[in-house]
């Protein structure tokens, strides 16, 4: 495999390994409402400091999330990165059935004249 | 939690879980090439005949893959249902950001008047 199509197949497994937890969608659905710091996203999610910073670590990993540290705060975002490749991996899926769909179509088209 | 709200909940839940398994994403990309046997579907992923049939049962579950047998063989088809709803999932996810940043819009609109 090439090196750039394994990247990317590095990627797409980090990314659904990211969305795969329940408590990282929470995260990112808050974090769609506007940016948060660790500790307001935190609280209501029930979950360790530690288990917190775990998850970011993850998201930031596969872009879902981008952290900035100002002062003592560090402050969460979406990062929209990762969403646009997991709508290329959709894209990427539906283009193989679509082009069967499209050639099944021309040997029926054929077939018919 | 409403009931509709609540089982579509259950049901992001049960995508995310399959489609965070690179053997079941290998499936549904052979799958997106055309319909195929379980026996030919498993043969180059090289896991074991148990395993296949669990990984089949999850992505049925997820509406991922559809299944129908014919004689003595399965035959296993791409079921668009589960990328419709990964499809409604990120639109979702969006909507929260963009409406956002049109109210950030609209307050620097007023700003600026």
Same mark, same amino acid.
């Given at each position: 495999m090439a090196t750039a199509q394994r990247q990317r197949a590095i990627a /797409?497994?980090?990314?659904? *390994?990211? !969305?795969?937890?329940? #408590?990282?969608? $929470?995260? !990112? *659905?808050?974090?769609?409402?506007g940016p948060q710091s660790v500790s307001r996203l935190a609280k209501p999610l029930g979950v360790t400091p530690t288990a917190i /910073?775990? *998850?970011l670590h993850v998201l930031e990993q596969s872009?879902? /999330?981008? #952290?900035? $540290?100002?002062? %003592? #705060?560090? #402050?969460?975002?979406? @990062?929209?990165?990762g969403f646009l490749m997991l @709508? %290329?991996?959709? %894209?990427?899926?539906?283009?193989?059935w679509e082009s069967r769909l499209d050639r099944l179509g021309d040997?029926?088209? @054929?077939?018919?004249?």
């Open positions: /797409v497994d980090q990314l659904f *390994h990211a !969305l795969g937890d329940p #408590t990282r969608r $929470k995260m !990112l *659905h808050r974090l769609g409402r /910073v775990h *998850h872009r879902l /999330v981008r #952290t900035a $540290k100002a002062g %003592r #705060t560090r #402050t969460c975002h979406i @990062e929209p990165e @709508e %290329r991996w959709i %894209r990427d899926q539906r283009a193989l040997i029926l088209d @054929e077939a018919d004249d």
